[in-house]
């Protein structure tokens, strides 16, 4: 059922993913008003940790609860997505493949591709740079570390940990360090 979703549904998710602050509300403080340590996912069965001193924010109901994005600067956040695989991709190269045509076609060109890991499963990390928004400032820096998993009783789920920001922001080194504290400390879950 899921595998008929358009190729024009899936760019619009992925480009919500990047959006995930714009539409986004903080997400609630544990006692003593501090951000909760670590984001779970109960629909999508995955974890993160979740740095303190970063807006946290997730989709409002009755928005699916794909992930959770860190909102570093203005011009420069971090994310952990998930989402059931719709173009019928059933490999990460082909999974690969797809985002690379899609962002391409979003006004991306890639800059890099290495194979990495993601919650102890293989992955793939491609690097774009966005061209800027109205065609002037810095063009972006963009990160998308792939896999893919099938949990228990569950359809084919792609799993993202991205980063963007722009080239030359004073927030990219702290973008990037979020971004590969959300790739290292992401586990799959059994939680329902």
Known sequence: MWREVTKAGRVARVLACVLLAAAARQAPAQR????PRRYTNPEYL???????????????????????????????K?????????????????EVESMRGIWAGNGCAVTGQRNGRLGGRAAVEVTFRCGPRGGRGQ?????????????????????????????GSPA???????????????TFTTER
């Open 172 to 186: 990219a080194a702290r973008a990037e360090r979020l971004y590969r504290e959300l790739s290292a400390g992401f």
């Open 32 to 35: 003593g008003g501090h951000p």
């Open 139 to 167: 063009p972006d820096v963009m990160k998308l570390l792939l896999t893919m998993h099938t949990p228990p009783e569950r359809g084919l789920v792609v799993y993202q940990v991205g980063v963007q920001y722009k080239q």
């Open 78 to 94: 971090a994310w952990a997505w998930a989402e059931y695989e719709t173009l019928d991709a059933e490999t990460l190269p082909a």
């Open 46 to 76: 995955f974890s993160v940790p979740l740095p303190q001193g970063v807006q946290v924010v997730t989709g409002r109901p009755p928005t699916p609860n794909h992930g959770v994005g860190l909102q570093v600067a203005t011009d420069a």
